[in-house]
T-cell receptor
């Protein structure tokens, strides 16, 4: 079956620090990969996505590269802000399998001023 | 106005009660989903519907039922609530389109506490 594994949190950082959240996956098929973000009290929002190997998704200063050889999609940001405090979810989707999303467990990130 | 709305936003109920969570969307999407979120487990799919006449069980459908009243409305019912159904529930919508990826759009969530 399909699964997504991401590092457990919470991750606590100071403002302007470098952030990495690891995500690896197993999939029967060729998945598209996503990062969703959940700000406090809100629903999930799509942060970025990548549909094929070596694609780089980017948004709001965040980046993630689809690495087929290591089955990974790590999220990075070079200089975090307090407003980046949220829970981040890695997810995969296989369109041929009905487009159902499989989520990782989520990583809570807390950025302190 | 939000594209995907959920009511209520918070609900406290007692064991054995029947409750309904509602979801409405203005995005015009055919596909709708219900998930529950538990700490450390991410989101898990309860039910999904690809159109008004197509409803499918997800990975954790036991104890839940759904109704797709119209393209824009998808309701989740707990027939007899139990404490381990305490969770955050999300509705989502999507449009398959023609591209290689289908983005899901989430509502703000309903926080349910079963006593």
């Amino acid at each position: 079956g399909n699964s997504v594994t991401q590092m457990e949190g919470p991750v606590t950082l100071s403002e302007e620090a470098f952030l990495t959240i690891n995500c690896t996956y197993t999939a029967t098929g060729y998945p598209s990969l996503f990062w969703y973000v959940q700000y406090p009290g809100e629903g999930l929002q799509l942060l970025l996505k990548a549909t094929k190997a070596d694609d780089k998704g980017s948004n709001k200063g965040f980046e993630a590269t689809y690495r087929k050889e290591t089955t990974s999609f790590h999220l990075e940001k070079g200089s975090v802000q307090v407003s980046d405090s949220a829970v981040y979810f890695c997810a995969l989707e296989i369109k041929a399998a009905g487009n159902k999303l499989t989520f990782g467990g989520g990583t809570r990130v807390l950025v302190k001023p | 106005d939000a594209d995907v709305t959920q009511t209520p936003r918070n609900r406290i109920t007692k064991t054995g009660k029947r409750i309904m969570l509602e979801c409405s969307q203005t995005k015009g999407h055919d596909r709708m989903y219900w998930y529950r979120q538990d700490p450390g487990l991410g989101l898990r799919l309860i039910y999904y519907s690809f159109d008004v006449k197509d409803i499918n069980k997800g990975e954790i459908s036991d104890g839940y039922s759904v109704s797709r009243q119209a393209q824009a409305k998808f309701s989740l019912s707990l027939e007899s609530a139990i404490p381990n159904q305490t969770a955050l529930y999300f509705c989502a919508t999507s449009d398959p389109g023609q591209g290689p990826v289908e983005t899901q759009y989430f509502g703000p969530g309903t926080r349910l506490l079963v006593l």
